[in-house]
């Protein structure tokens, strides 16, 4: 087959430094980085000029077919707003809602320069499809939730081999499968314990909720005794594979633990803060150097999936705790929805900078605009000027997704439509 290269050209790279330049793509790779702007044999050639050419932002905790109930059940604490809102209408759910759902979480991530999520929920060979037609990359896996139950358990065990059987590894190698218990107080011990295993005989990560609220770490005391990390790590289930969502009521033996089993956390501050869950202490874990990325969780309790706000707003939030305005700086943001996201899902070597040899996953950013306007940082306008909006190009595993604005892969009027359809399906069941 034909190599297909494209020329990224005359524009500002975030590479190990910032910089004027170009980047040569050759199918899915990085070819070039140079500081010559003469190359015009390409196949296809972008201009670049005015715009900031960042890694694609990986979203590290979403559920992405949630975006059906967005606007569904607002300004409620979590425990109400799952049990009471949430759980009855996923109730009805079935394959081709969280399709539709999928689709237009996956445009709207496009849209906002967001080309890899890490997503837990039902149907997700239906997910799956949704995330293969738009192009962008995904780890996905099945959330399980057995509340201790025998037969609950088995059936979980069931559906999460079966979308490993026929999901991972699909789409070119953009779609991967994860192992994914819902939270340690949804799940026995038993099923816990049969996810590290799984983990370990095939390799695959694990997805989970940890330490969300309050609530949970007292619950977690009174019935076990220890906090929820402590009791994971009793059981043996902590790993450098493990994603922890949330993980906001931490103590400082729990932060060392984290630490100490290279357990990586997707931080999820807008999310948190709309469920009134807390602040998780994402400076003190970047100071133990422990691996933070950035996740929006769904848009039901967001209500988007646009990173942009997820950076600026988790460096305000740590500068308001610590009431220090040097920490979490603007650069290190970046780092939290790039690298530190790649890493976190295990695609360092992959994905989440721009270096020759790593794939294709790359987003320009128009700074032509009033709010980022003067262009003298363009870190720094990222972080706390830009927009989801400023997203100009997509390109994803070397295929453009998004260029000047238009998505090249999905019919937006449809996608919307479908998507339209299938939420007013969905709340007419229930």
């Not at 979308?163 to 192992?179: F, S, W």
């Not at 630490?259 to 869950?277: E, R, Y």
């Not at 900078?353 to 870190?379: C, F, W």
């Amino acid at each position: 087959m034909e190599t297909q290269s494209i020329l990224i050209k005359n524009t500002t790279i975030l590479s190990s430094e910032v910089r004027k330049g170009s980047v040569l793509i050759e199918d899915d790779k990085i070819v070039d980085i140079t500081r010559n702007n003469s190359n015009n044999s390409a196949d296809e050639i972008i201009d670049g000029d005015g715009k900031f050419l960042i890694p694609g932002l990986v979203n590290t905790h979403t559920h992405l077919s949630m975006s059906l109930m967005r606007g569904l059940a607002d300004d409620l604490p979590l425990d109400v707003w799952l049990n009471h809102h949430i759980w009855p209408v996923e109730a009805h759910l079935e394959g081709e809602h969280c399709y539709a759902g999928a689709l237009l979480s996956a445009l709207e991530m496009i849209k906002s320069g967001t080309t890899t999520c890490n997503d837990m929920y039902f149907f997700m060979d239906d997910v799956a499809r949704a995330v293969d037609e738009s192009g962008i990359r995904g780890l996905l896996c099945h959330g399980m939730i057995d509340l201790f139950d025998e037969e609950k358990r088995k059936a979980e065990y069931k559906e999460t081999l079966r979308i490993i059987e026929k999901c991972h590894n699909t789409a070119d190698g953009r779609i991967q499968v994860a192992l994914g218990p819902h939270t340690p107080y949804t799940c026995s011990p038993e099923l816990l314990n049969w996810v590290r295993k799984k983990a370990d005989e095939k390799g695959l990560r694990i997805h989970i909720h940890v330490s969300e609220t309050e609530k949970e770490v007292e619950d977690s005391l009174n019935d076990r005794l220890k906090r929820p990390f402590e009791y994971l790590e009793d059981i043996k289930f902590l790993g450098p594979d493990v994603t922890a969502a949330h993980s906001v009521w931490l103590s400082g033996a729990e932060i060392a633990l984290i630490k100490d089993k290279n357990v990586k956390i997707s931080h999820n501050p807008l999310s948190n803060m709309k469920l009134a869950s807390g602040i998780s202490p994402v400076s003190d874990l970047l100071a133990n150097g422990v691996c933070v990325s950035l996740g929006t969780d769904g848009a039901a309790s967001n209500n988007n999936l646009d990173l942009f706000q997820e950076m600026k707003t988790s460096s305000l939030l740590q500068k308001v705790r610590k009431l220090d305005p040097t920490v979490l700086p603007a650069g290190k943001v970046l780092e939290m929805a790039t690298i530190n996201g790649a890493t976190a899902l295990g695609m360092e070597k992959e994905i989440g900078s721009i270096e020759v040899g790593k794939k294709v996953d790359l987003v320009l950013v128009d700074m032509k605009a009033p709010h980022l306007t003067p262009y003298r940082n363009p870190v720094s306008h990222l972080v706390y000027s830009a927009e989801g909006s400023d997203v100009n190009t997509v390109i994803c595993n070397g295929q453009i997704l998004m260029r000047e604005r238009e998505v090249l892969v999905l019919d937006e009027v449809e996608v919307m439509e479908i998507a339209e359809s299938a939420a007013e399906d969905l709340l007419s069941r229930n």
